[in-house]
């Protein structure tokens, strides 16, 4: 799609909502995306001035009956039109910021009446951008209750100036952001100084425009973004550079705003490649593959009307928790997995699973008695590291009265304290991973400390063992 401009002092937005509306039980065949495309154009009095050799508003106008005549016949696209400054002269000390106005409501055939409507546009008033950003919200019509269509809502906004009227389109931007609309405009601006680039930068992307061909050029990736289908692929990288990982969970986040665009399970379609998405151009996004831990790919920009490709490195390898030798009483144990060197719970993964992690060297801390410490597990691309955790045995405490406790792990003359017993029971009951172990005990009758009993035992793997006090 070619489009010629001239010269003329211009700001450019756009504004996004993507929704969709409940499911319908009649409807089977899903409908093709609806775009509603709303241009919002100043008609105050700054328009009459001349950039070139003509006044801005002849400009303007002539792009946009460029425009319109080539949107024309379109399928799937409703068109409106809202003016402002344009029904109250400007007064000495006295401006109508109110001076917005719907002209033409949405349609599928309102070029006609939007043709008209800016042949005979007069420019009198000032520029309420942010007012009329506001109102624009509620300009679209709003989806029928059991309708499964997809609707883009699009704002097209079209300015030689920036806000007269002491709001903040900044602020309207957060507030239709928190009613679900995302305010992303591309501005782009002829002649501003840098003080009114700097007020316009927190509304959008904002381009300056020194020729009438830069400014073609961002017109045309707007009505690109808001028209044409774009797709992508993710690529989740291994180690070596192949697009092979897959079954990931991906969720693609709006940059700018933070809202969550997309959510999916990622998938190799029938070729062995990752699927294709539709996915809407006109945002920034960032990209996290929910690997453990997650792999992310920020600042990710598409090319509309194009197939793009996003390669996420993902290289992963398994971890498989396996229990030793001997029989097994049913009991789960699990283990907390830690990046190397970090204190952060990364996972906690049960023996007898496997779990995928990203390549890499971690810290294991399995939840047995006593705790054992696997350091440095290396995950490997594409490959299984395989862990067997001894198997425990069990520990019977059989005291002739209640008293306290405790026991200790035994090795090279070294006690490590494991658990205190419970001075009211009469019978306990410890699993303990294989090893020497001493149990001190005092009766709770007993007054004197050369009364403390001590015993030492070895616990072997899936065996019991009992110690009577």
């Not at 003359?413 to 019978?427: F, K, M, N, S």
């Amino acid at each position: 799609m070619r489009r010629s401009v001239t010269d003329f002092s211009l700001l450019l937005g756009v504004l996004t909502l993507c929704s969709t509306s409940p499911l319908s039980a009649q409807e089977t065949v899903p409908q093709p995306p609806l775009t509603r495309m709303l241009f919002v154009m100043d008609a105050s009095n700054s328009m009459n001035a001349f950039w070139g050799n003509q006044p801005k508003i002849n400009t303007a106008r002539e792009l946009l009956l460029k425009s319109l005549k080539e949107l024309e016949g379109q399928p799937d696209l409703e068109l409106a039109l809202r003016l402002y400054g344009h029904q109250t002269p400007i007064q000495p000390g006295k401006q109508d910021c109110d001076d917005t106005k719907l002209e033409v409501p949405f349609s599928g055939n309102s070029i006609p009446a939007m043709r008209s409507t800016l042949q005979s546009v007069r420019c009198l008033g000032t520029t309420p951008i942010a007012r009329s950003l506001e109102k624009s919200a509620d300009d679209f019509p709003p989806l029928l209750f059991n309708s499964t269509r997809k609707v883009r809502n699009v704002i097209i906004l079209i300015t030689d100036g920036i806000e007269a009227c002491d709001e903040d389109p900044c602020a309207v931007s957060r507030a239709l952001q928190s009613k679900g609309i995302v305010l992303k405009p591309f501005v782009i601006g002829v002649g501003l100084d840098d003080t009114q680039k700097y007020a316009l930068q927190c509304v959008g992307n904002y381009f300056d425009a020194s020729t009438p061909e830069l400014f073609e050029h961002v017109l045309n990736v707007v009505v690109t973004q808001a028209l044409n289908s774009t797709t992508a692929q993710i690529s989740l990288m291994t180690n070596d550079g192949k697009a092979t990982e897959t079954d990931v969970p991906i969720t693609l986040y709006d940059e700018r705003t933070g809202q969550i665009r997309d959510h999916f399970m990622h998938t190799m379609n029938d070729r062995g490649i990752p699927d294709t998405l539709h996915i809407d151009p006109i945002h920034t996004y960032k990209v996290v593959a929910h690997t453990l831990p997650p792999s992310t790919r920020e600042h990710v920009v598409l090319k509309p009307g194009i197939h793009n490709i996003i390669g996420v490195d993902a290289g992963m390898g398994t971890l498989s928790l396996k229990t030793g030798s001997g029989p097994s009483d049913g009991t789960l144990v699990s283990a907390i997995v830690r990046r190397n060197d970090e204190m952060a719970t990364l996972h906690v993964q049960e023996i007898g699973a496997t779990q995928r992690y990203r390549t890499g060297v971690y810290d294991l801390e399995v939840l047995t008695l006593p705790r054992l410490s696997i350091p440095d597990v290396r995950i490997e691309q594409g490959r299984t590291t395989d862990i067997a955790v001894p198997r425990s045995g069990v520990l019977n405490i059989l005291p002739s009265t209640p008293g306290p406790g405790a026991i200790f792990s035994k090795k090279d003359e070294q006690l490590e304290w494991v658990a205190d017993l419970d001075p009211t029971a009469v019978r306990s009951q410890f699993r303990l991973l294989p090893g020497t172990y001493q149990v001190i005990y005092r009766s709770r009758s007993a007054s004197r400390t050369e009364l403390t009993l001590k015993k030492d035992i070895v616990i072997e793997s899936g065996r019991s063992a009992t110690i009577n006090f």
